[in-house]
Structures are given as C-alpha cells and as structure tokens.
C-alpha cells in the first residue's frame, strides 16, 4: 500500500532554514508528482510546492516562492522541500502528498515551527 513519512521538521528562529524529506513506498515512484502541503492552527491545508516525476518541473505557491526548494531522489523515493529565509508564519504542519489516479494519498505530517 502507499505510505509517505515526512521527518525533518522542528523549531527554527526567523531567518533560518529547514529540509523536509518524505519517504514513498508501495507505488511507482518515479511515474508521479509529489507535493507538499501545509496546514496552519485554525487554517485550512493549502498547496505549497509540487514536482513532476522526472523532477525536471517544479510549481510553487506564491507566499513560497524564491524561498523554498523541492527537489526529489527516484534512486531513493524521497522527495524534499529546502526551506530557506523562514518566517514565523511559514509555522505549520507539513505534509507530503501524491495524487494517483484521482484518490490523494497523505503522510503524517512533520511540524515545523518558526519563532520571531
């Protein structure tokens, strides 16, 4: 069965830097766009990056772009969000997220928390 475990996450002051990796398995790794999401207390999950199997295109959300990074390793089937320039209000849970034929499949989520 498909199963994605983020890690990575934790607390980081303003300024600072995070890498978030998801791990994939029970799916064709490589055949899929992966993605991380967030969701903020009292907020509703919203997109924040995406990357194509290949990894050669990469879409972000404005309130991340130029910031973040996402990257994957098919070798490894991981993918990676590099967090950098950190504001208190990139405070969130992170989730990894992969769409396959149309039923989206969730980890647990990593918290990332980032103190002003």
């Known amino acids: 069965q498909v199963r994605l475990v983020e890690s990575g996450g934790g607390l980081v002051q303003s300024g600072g830097s995070l890498r978030l990796s998801c791990a994939a398995s029970?799916?064709?790794?490589?055949?899929?766009?992966m993605k991380w999401y967030r969701q903020a207390p009292g907020k509703e999950r919203e997109f924040v990056a995406q990357?194509?199997?290949?990894?050669?295109?990469?879409d972000y959300s404005d309130s991340v772009k130029g910031r973040f990074t996402i990257s994957r390793d098919n070798f490894r089937n991981s993918v990676y969000l590099q967090m950098n320039s950190l504001k208190p209000e990139d405070t969130a849970i992170y989730f990894c997220n992969v769409p396959i034929y149309g039923r989206n499949y969730w980890g647990q989520g990593t918290q990332v928390t980032v103190s002003s």
């Open positions: 990357i194509s199997g290949g990894g050669e295109g990469t």
């Open positions: 029970g799916f064709t790794f490589s055949s899929y766009f």
